[in-house]
């Protein structure tokens, strides 16, 4: 018996950095959403293993990965195969949400969910349900919000890893003010609208180390995001389209300039709450 977990890609739709704790990590306040598009997990009975396949394995070592050190947290053993579909250091989960897959997948097969999911990552927590939610402290703190409209969406990536804990470093203040208030969206409209009135604080700190996420989000403009901004610590950056059709054919035109780029949608929750 095999089971199969999708690893949504995770979009930080706003992302705003309110403090730092004593600890180092920063106190951030965002609006989290998932697309369809993710990595996927299989997991089998057998000893705890890991193989990694699909378009950016090549990019990732088995040693010390996330899904391992997931399986070992909640006590289990499985084989697991990871297909690597979403570009990997890219401001989308990564790590963590294929991490998230492994405890979601070994929750199927009847093991506990460990306590403190945030000690494999930070995104991790969030990326359990896969469900829109607004993430402060760490990371740790989440409240639900409604489903999101089920809109297009381009994700962008000019093929630069980008390293956390840099991109957090290049901050130029920590000290931000919190989200507004987060409304119930009904559309592309009232999103954008709201968007426009928050930030992603680490785009500009992610601009200096790759000013090339400026060209990425131009491109997005120009091919008729309604909006677009980077997501995480980036280098991944997304955009918001009218249209299934418009997403595809921005897509297409980003790869023109040899960026990895694919239309997808906002997701609808994973895991029942
Ligand atoms: O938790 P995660 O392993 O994803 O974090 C990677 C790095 O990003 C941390 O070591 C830290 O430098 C930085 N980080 C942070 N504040 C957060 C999340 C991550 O400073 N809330």
Redo the contacts with the bound molecule.
Sequence with gaps: MSITETAPAKLNLALHVTGRRDD???L?DSLVAFTVLGDRVRLEPGPLALRIDGPFAADLSTDGNLCLRAARLAGADAAITLTKSLPVASGIGGG?ADAAAVLRGLARMGHALPARPERL???VPVCLSSAPARMQG??EILTPLPPLPGLSVVLANPGIALS??QV?AALDRRDNPGLPAIPCFTGLADLATWLAGTRNDLEPAALTLAPVIGQVLDGLRTTGAAFARMSGSGATCFGLYATADTARIAANALKQHGWWAVATELAPPLMPR
């Design positions: 180092g990590y920063h951030l963590s990552g930070s995104d760490a990371g956390t804990p957090f």
